[in-house]
C-alpha cells in the first residue's frame, strides 16, 4: 500500500478529520477575532433573503469562524469530489458546516451533490451541462 493510498483510506481520513476538526475549533475558539463591518453581516443574516458567503480553496477553515455570525442561518460548505476534499468535507461536518459535493472540470459537466438530512442515500446529485456557443436553450 503506498502513503499516498493509506492516507486517502476512509478510516485515515475519518482520524484525520477528527484531529484538523478539534484542531480548528481550539484554534479558533481562542483565537482574538476583530468583525469589520459587522453590522451589515448581521443585517444580511436578520433578513428572511439568503446569502452567500466564499472562502476560497486555503480559507475554508476560517468558515468556522464565522459560526457566530451565521449561527442563525442554515449553512454549508462547497467542497470537490475529489479524495482530498472527502478529508476536508468531513472536517467541517464537525464542525457544523456540512458539505455540499461538487466537481468540474473546464471541458466537462459540473455535478453537484447536495446532502438532504444525514442520510447519504437520499441526497440529491445534478449535473449541469456546459453550454458551448449556438446552445443557450439546451
Known sequence: MSLKSFFRSPQVQGVLAVILSTYLDIALR????????????DAAVASDTGIVAC?????????????EVLAKKPRKVMISLSPDGEFIARAMERLS?????????????????V???????TSLSFTFRKLGRGNASA
Open 97 to 113: 458546516f456540512p458539505a455540499i459535493r461538487g466537481s468540474s472540470a473546464r471541458s466537462a459537466d459540473a455535478t453537484l451533490t
Open 30 to 41: 481562542t483565537t482574538r477575532w476583530r468583525f469589520e463591518n459587522r453590522a451589515a453581516a
Open 115 to 121: 446532502p438532504s438530512g444525514s442520510n447519504p442515500a
Open 55 to 67: 472562502f476560497w480553496h486555503g480559507r475554508i477553515p476560517l468558515g468556522p469562524a464565522c459560526r
